[in-house]
């Protein structure tokens, strides 16, 4: 009896080990470099002017705010004892605003960019599902949690292409 039950468990991890293989073989998986299809996708560079250009407005305005604090600290050492207190005072609240300032600002650009990410990657995964659905593929993997690969299933320039092509059309 017990040979008939080691048999019955070899015969069934040796049917096991051959579908298995044979089912792998049947699926069809790629991969896409997700970080060089953000890098490279127009849009990325595209909301990185606008980031740019608004960081350099609230720069030049930063750099207004900084010149008049700098003109306060030369007329108030020229100053009298007794007017002083009331320039420091004067001083004082342009320094906490302009602090207030880098702080909003640091904290407006960051949510600014963190939207615009957010959109670019939903956009990135979005043509990804639609391509691989087309495409008949089983899995599409980042390449990021990949230890080894082989370039054939490579479809990054695939999904640029398309991403290209969806970006053009908005």
């Known amino acids: 009896m017990n040979k008939k039950i080691i048999a019955g468990i070899l015969l069934a991890l040796t049917v096991v080990a051959f ?14 470099d997700v970080a060089e299809v953000f890098d490279n996708f ?21 750099t207004g705010m900084a010149n008049a604090i700098r003109t306060m600290e030369d007329e108030l050492a020229l100053l009298a004892a007794n007017a002083r207190a009331a320039k420091q005072e004067q001083l004082i609240e342009k320094k906490r605003q302009l602090e207030d300032f880098d702080r909003t600002t640091r904290q407006q650009l960051a949510e600014q960019r963190d939207k615009v990410v957010r959109e670019i990657f939903q956009d990135i995964d979005a043509v990804i599902q639609d391509f691989s659905t087309k495409a008949g593929y089983d899995m599409v993997f ?29």
């Open 42 to 62: 127009q849009k990325t560079k595209d909301q990185d002017m606008v980031l740019k250009t608004a960081g350099e407005a609230k720069e030049k305005e930063r």
């Open 19 to 32: 579908s298995v293989p044979a089912f792998a073989a049947e699926m069809k998986v790629a991969y896409v």
């Open 142 to 170: 980042n390449k990021r949690v990949l230890l080894a690969q082989k370039k054939n299933f490579d479809i990054t320039a695939q999904i640029s292409a398309e991403l290209a092509k969806k970006y053009k059309k908005a």
